[in-house]
């Protein structure tokens, strides 16, 4: 398999062009039941989805975090943003994430498996963890949408700490809030995309029903 691996210096060069990402017309927040069935339909028809989730950060010692509670799933051509507070969204959530003939993929996905059965009592099936498939023999650790990014397309691809620990529990997220949520599921998807070309990967086999670590 291809060693995605890149030095600290590169990855941090200026010269580097900006991932453009996914504009804001080609995103929808799912913050009402007809949007939730119109983004079902949309995801039932595509056989690969970009996938990952949002929740709001805990700040003080043995808080335990409530999320996740938001959860970004990407098509080829549209990102939706389902807030786990919208009730509608919990049946689209279930019969997209638990659905055996939909490979869902991702970067760190972590405990995501855990997170989810216990608090929507979603079983993940088919899920790929593009941050393990990546990694070079031997190597420990994941590798980063930021390495993928800058491995495969030669690009930088920007994310916002300050945007990244905001309050992803607000019903009403921002602009920068909703593209950064989008990037991180649509990003998961062409990297797949380019994973795929790699003449040198190695497939992982038949994409495992647990998620892994990031």
């Known amino acids: ?4 691996t890149i030095s600290r210096r590169q990855l941090a060069e200026s010269e580097l062009p900006v991932y453009p990402g996914v504009s804001l017309d080609r995103v929808t927040l799912v913050d009402t039941a007809d ?3 119109q983004a079902l339909a949309a995801l039932l028809a595509a056989p690969v989805i970009g996938f990952d989730t949002e929740s709001k950060p805990t700040f003080l010692k043995g808080e335990v975090s409530t999320g996740p509670h938001l959860v970004q ?5 549209h990102v939706f943003l389902l807030p786990v507070s919208l009730a ?3 049946e689209v959530l279930r019969r997209i994430l638990a659905a055996p003939e939909i490979l869902k993929v991702g970067l760190g996905l972590g405990n995501d498996k ?5 608090r ?3 079983e993940l099936n088919n899920v790929l963890d593009l941050g393990e498939a990546m990694r070079g023999p031997g ?13 495969y397309f030669g690009q930088k691809f920007q994310k916002s700490k300050k945007v990244g620990t905001s309050n992803w529990a607000n019903p009403r997220l921002n602009e920068r809030q909703v593209l950064y949520a989008a990037n991180d599921a649509y990003v998961a998807l062409q990297l797949y995309r380019a994973w795929l070309r790699d003449p040198d990967r190695q497939a ?3 994409p495992s029903q647990e998620t892994t670590h990031g």
């Open 120 to 122: 929507l009592g979603i």
């Open 35 to 37: 949007r939730a069935a």
């Open 114 to 118: 855990s997170v989810l059965r216990s």
């Open 73 to 77: 799933l990407a098509t080829e051509s």
């Open 88 to 90: 509608a969204n919990h």
């Open 204 to 206: 992982p086999g038949k």
């Open 139 to 151: 190597h420990r650790g994941t590798v980063g949408a930021k390495v993928a990014v800058a491995h």
């Open 1 to 4: 398999m291809s060693d995605v």
